[in-house]
RNA sequence: GCGGCUAUGGUGUAACGGCUAACACUGGAGCUUGUGGAGCUCUCAAUCCGAGUUCGAUUCUCGGUAGCCGCCCCA
C-alpha cells in the first residue's frame, strides 16, 4: 500500500481536465485572435533551456534558488524555462541577419518556478508573452502598451477596471545619478520605491527622509535637465496614449520591476479592485538584450501575463466567458449492437462538419439519451436498422425535446445553422 | 527560506475521549431491450503518515507530509 501512486499532481502545478482546459484554450483563443489583428505573430520553443541562458542577466537570487535546474546524462546544465524573454532575444539574435523587423511576436506556453506556491502563484503557470523587436523608443512603446490595454477590452473591462501604472528606467537613472546615490543605496532606495504600495504614506515619507538622498525629489522638482528631460519623455508616452484611446495611464514612480534588464519605460497593470492588488501585466523595454549574445543591441519592448492572476481578474470582474462546449454536435444512440449504420452516418455527417459521437456502449437507449444528456450534446438521434433502410433520422434537440425527421443530407446544415 | 491556519469516502459536511464513523451529492447495478434529465431499490467508497497520553484517540500532545493564507522574492 505505501507504494499506491498518488494521484494528486506535483506541488505547485494543475492538472486540465477538458472541462478546465476548455476555459483557458477558450481564453487563449481570444488572447491569440487580438494579437493577430495586430499583426503578431506566435512563435515557440522548448521549455528547457541551457542554465547559462539565465545566468549572465537577471538576478542571481532568481537564478539560483527559483529555477528548476539540473544536471542531465551529458553533464548539461539544463533550466526549465523560468520565463520568456531571454529565449526570445537568443531566437532573435540567431537569426538576426534573415529575420524582417521590425518583429511582432508573441508566446503562449508554460514557465516553471520553484517556489512557494500561494495566492495567484504556483510552480507551472502559463504566461503570454508579447514583443516589438527592432524598434527605439516611441511608436513602439506606444503600440505595447496599448496592446495591453487591447487585451483587457476585448474581454470586455473597462478603463475603470484596471490601470496602467508607467515608470521609466532611465528616468530612474537619471534622477539617481544626480541624487548622488552609490549603487548600494540605490538599490535599498529603489526596493522602497517597490514598496511603497504596501506602506502608509507617512511610513514611505519617513523612509524616504532617511535616505542619503532623494531622487524621487528631483524628479518632483523638475529642475535637473537630465531628469526633466526624461521626465517630459514619459509624459509625452502617457499623452501620445490618451490620444490614442488609452485614457487609464498613469506615472507611477513606484513601478521598478524586479529584473535588471530593462533599459527605458517598464509599466505593470493593476486591477482597480483594492481586493486584488497584484500586478497582472508588467513589461517594459529591454534594448541591451539581444546584444548579450553578440553583436549590435536590437531594440525591444514587450511585456507578459500569466492565467492565474488573468483568471482572477476576468473572474472578479464577471468577464470570464462561458466557452459552453461539448465533445460533439450529435450524438448517435444505437439501439443494437450492431453498430454499423451508426458508424456510415458518423462518417458522412463528419465530412460535413458535424462533430458526431457514435455510442459504443451497451446501454439501453435511454440511458444512452441520459448519457448524451449528461455530456452536454445539443442532438441525438438513434440510428439502427429502420434509418438505414429509410435514410431518414429522427434528430432531437435535446434540449427542447423536439424530433423532428429529416433526410440524412439535411442533417448537417439543420445542425450547423 | 520564515510564520499562521487546516487535514474524515471521489466531492461537500457530521460524529461530549467510548457502539458497526453518519448524511448529501457523485460513481456502479437494477426497476426499464427504439427514446429524457425524475423517482425508488441495491451497491462501491474515508479518519494524511508516524510516535505519544489513555482502559479506549477521528477527537488531546508532538513530529512529519500536504493544502490554503501571509512574509521574503516576484520574470
Not at 191 to 208: C, G, I, V, Y
Not at 347 to 362: H, S
Request: charged content about 30%; hydrophobic content about 40%; proline content about 5%.
Amino acid at each position: 500500500m505505501a507504494d499506491t501512486p498518488s494521484t494528486e499532481p506535483y506541488k505547485g502545478v494543475r492538472d486540465f481536465y477538458p472541462a478546465d482546459w476548455r476555459r483557458l484554450a477558450g481564453v487563449f483563443k481570444k488572447v491569440r485572435g487580438l494579437l493577430e489583428s495586430y499583426g503578431y505573430e506566435e512563435y515557440n520553443a522548448s521549455p528547457l533551456e541551457r542554465s547559462e541562458l539565465y545566468e549572465s542577466k537577471g538576478n542571481e537570487e532568481i537564478i539560483n534558488e527559483q529555477t528548476y535546474t539540473f544536471t542531465d546524462r551529458g553533464d548539461r546544465r539544463v533550466t526549465l524555462r523560468p520565463e520568456m524573454t531571454p529565449t526570445l532575444a537568443r531566437m532573435v539574435s540567431a537569426k538576426r541577419r534573415e529575420l524582417p523587423f521590425p518583429l511582432r511576436w508573441y508566446n503562449i506556453g508554460n514557465r516553471f518556478r520553484y517556489e512557494r506556491p500561494q495566492r495567484g502563484r504556483l510552480r507551472e503557470f502559463f504566461q503570454t508573452d508579447i514583443d516589438l523587436v527592432g524598434l527605439p523608443e516611441g511608436d513602439a512603446d506606444i503600440e505595447i502598451v496599448s496592446l495591453a490595454s487591447a487585451i483587457l477590452k476585448t474581454f470586455g473591462a473597462k478603463e475603470t477596471d484596471f490601470i496602467i501604472r508607467i515608470n521609466s528606467r532611465k528616468l530612474l537613472a537619471a534622477a539617481s545619478k544626480a541624487a548622488g546615490l552609490d549603487d548600494e543605496s540605490l538599490r535599498v532606495y529603489w526596493q522602497l520605491l517597490d514598496k511603497r504600495s504596501k506602506m502608509t504614506p507617512e511610513a514611505f515619507e519617513e523612509a524616504r527622509r532617511s535616505m542619503p538622498g532623494d531622487p524621487l525629489k528631483i524628479v518632483e522638482d523638475g529642475t535637473e535637465p537630465a531628469v526633466a528631460e526624461e521626465k517630459r519623455k514619459l509624459d509625452a508616452l502617457i499623452d501620445a496614449l490618451a490620444a490614442g484611446g488609452v485614457g487609464n495611464a498613469v506615472y507611477d514612480p513606484g513601478i521598478v520591476r524586479g529584473f535588471d534588464y530593462y533599459t527605458g519605460v517598464i509599466f505593470e497593470v493593476f486591477d482597480t479592485d483594492i481586493k486584488n492588488p497584484r500586478a497582472l501585466f508588467g513589461g517594459g523595454r529591454y534594448d541591451g538584450l539581444v546584444a548579450l549574445f553578440g553583436g549590435d543591441p536590437i531594440p525591444a519592448v514587450g511585456f507578459a501575463f500569466g492565467d492565474v492572476t488573468f483568471i482572477d481578474f476576468l473572474e472578479t470582474h464577471g468577464l470570464l466567458p462561458g466557452f459552453a462546449g461539448a465533445q460533439a454536435d450529435l450524438y448517435l444512440g444505437t439501439p443494437t449492437a450492431d453498430r454499423t449504420a451508426a458508424q456510415d452516418f458518423a462518417r458522412a455527417l463528419r465530412e460535413q462538419g458535424v462533430r458526431v459521437f457514435v455510442n459504443l456502449t451497451d446501454k439501453s437507449l435511454s440511458d444512452q439519451i441520459k448519457d448524451a444528456v449528461k455530456r452536454g450534446i445539443p442532438y441525438f438521434a438513434a440510428v439502427g436498422s429502420e434509418e438505414a433502410k429509410s435514410g431518414m433520422l429522427k434528430l432531437k434537440t435535446l434540449f427542447t425535446g423536439a424530433e423532428e425527421s429529416l433526410p440524412v443530407d439535411d442533417v448537417a446544415s439543420r445542425i450547423l445553422s
